[in-house]
T-cell receptor, first 117, second 114 residues
């Protein structure tokens, strides 16, 4: 069975603060992919990043960075110098090679991020 | 172009109506998905089509009927829905069906069943 836990239900910050969204996952598969999606109020899920289980390099893209640690089964997401436009629901998701639902994404419950001006 | 389009954006229907949701992508993707999302919850997978054939049906009630007329189009036919079916319906596509592919989502259709 696969499981993704986003323990932070809601986070509220003031603009320009740094914020980290936590994601912890469980899977018995050794081959899997992790994803982050952003869902602004408009409703569309926007793909942010994909990381495979064999690549533990951290990634930085502009103000976004991701920290993948297999030892703690975590894939955390940091926004540096947050902006109001970052306000959204953020989902962490897992897709593993095994199981009967091939290619199915297991989503966390999501973290609602509100950035105040 | 990483765009998935969905129509209509909003739909209100009675429990005896028949309606259809439409989804289109022109990225050459061969896997397409329907998700249902209730407020403050993650998306729930409903159906997966791979190369225009139904690959996964997540035990969805028969009042939801998917159709994939060609590799770019995905429809969801609705009939005799219940008020609890009110939700945001999201379509997605990926290059192929598989655990390594990211899915690209459309803006969704917000459905209200009265």
């Amino acid at each position: 069975a696969q499981k993704v836990t986003q323990a932070q239900t809601e986070i509220s910050v003031v603009e320009k603060e740094d914020v980290t969204l936590d994601c912890v996952y469980e899977t018995r598969d050794t081959t899997y992919y992790l994803f982050w999606y952003k869902q602004p109020p408009s409703g569309e899920l926007v793909f942010l990043i994909r990381r495979n289980s064999f690549d533990e390099q951290n990634e930085i893209s502009g103000r976004y960075s991701w920290n993948f640690q297999k030892s703690t089964s975590s894939f955390n997401f940091t926004i540096t110098a947050s902006q109001v436009v970052d306000s959204a629901v953020y989902f962490c998701a897992l897709s593993a090679a095994g199981g009967t639902s091939y290619g199915k994404l297991t989503f966390g419950q999501g973290t609602i991020l509100t950035v105040h001006p | 172009d990483t765009e998935v389009t969905q129509t209509p954006k909003h739909l209100v229907m009675g429990m005896t109506n028949k309606k259809s949701l439409k989804c289109e992508q022109h990225m050459g993707h061969r896997a397409m998905y329907w998700y249902k999302q209730k407020a403050k919850k993650p998306p729930e997978l409903m159906f997966v089509y791979s190369y225009e054939k139904l690959s996964i049906n997540e035990s969805v009630p028969s009042r939801f009927s998917p159709e994939c007329p060609n590799s770019s189009l995905l429809n969801l036919h609705l009939h005799a829905l219940q008020p609890e079916d009110s939700a945001l319906y999201l379509c997605a596509s990926s290059p192929q069906q598989g655990y390594s592919y990211e899915q690209y989502f459309g803006p969704g259709t917000r459905l209200t069943v009265t």
